[in-house]
């Protein structure tokens, strides 16, 4: 698959973009963030997962506690989980831009792709091209991967969202959760988490 030269030079700008600027007072973020969310909008409990799309800790959680977790929790009707990217580099912010462009049906299957596959697209010669390789294997067209890059409200959205977490948490660093407002960071497996789930249940 050739890389398409618009689609490189609209990667280069936002790369570039990418450098944090200093820190701003946290507000919410701009429509331009669309909010992902995977199960029952009134469950009891709400998990907020900060992660970076190249951070292998991320995908383990991803790739083996969470399908757990949605099994006896999400599923359930006891937990939702709120998805919000906090990139640790700049690969993973593009990454994340285009996750964030796919139809919010297949935005939960694109993140298990991107994580499962994460060794071999972060990795790679040519990272660019293996994430969209990804965005069009959830339905994405060239076009609309250039457009995706080149969309800076987003991209500046998703640094908001980042910066916001920082701020409001004191989250430095993936994955990191905010379950019914208390932080709980690093790669925690399924037993901690069920157990966070229950003491909030009563049980």
């Known amino acids: 698959m050739k890389l398409f ?10 790369v570039l973009a990418a450098v944090p600027a200093g820190a701003s007072e946290p507000v919410p973020a701009p429509e331009a ?10 469950a009891p409990i709400t998990m907020v997962d900060y992660s970076s799309l190249t951070c292998p800790h991320c995908a383990t959680f991803h790739a083996t506690v969470l399908p757990q977790i949605k099994k006896d929790f999400i599923d359930t009707g006891k ?14 912010l593009g990454a994340a831009v285009v996750a964030r462009c796919v139809p919010e049906s297949s935005f939960f299957p694109m993140l298990d792709m991107l994580y499962k596959g994460q060794e071999k ?6 990272p ?33 969202v980042r910066e916001n977490a920082n701020q409001a948490h004191n989250i430095t660093s993936t994955p990191s959760f905010v ?16 157990k966070v789930f229950n003491e909030l249940e009563g049980r």
């Open 33 to 42: 963030y669309p909010e992902r969310v995977l199960g029952k909008a009134d």
């Open 121 to 126: 697209w972060a990795r790679s010669s040519n």
């Open 79 to 92: 937990v939702k989980l709120v998805y919000r990217d906090f990139p640790l580099d700049r690969l993973a």
């Open 5 to 14: 030269p618009r689609l490189a030079a609209a990667f280069a700008l936002l």
């Open 179 to 194: 379950i019914n407002g208390t932080l709980h960071s690093g790669a925690q497996g399924y037993d901690y988490f069920a």
């Open 128 to 160: 660019l091209e293996a994430i969209q390789s990804y965005g069009r294997l959830a339905g994405l067209t060239p076009d609309a991967i250039d457009a995706c890059f080149k969309n800076q409200p987003l991209v500046d959205a998703i640094q908001q």
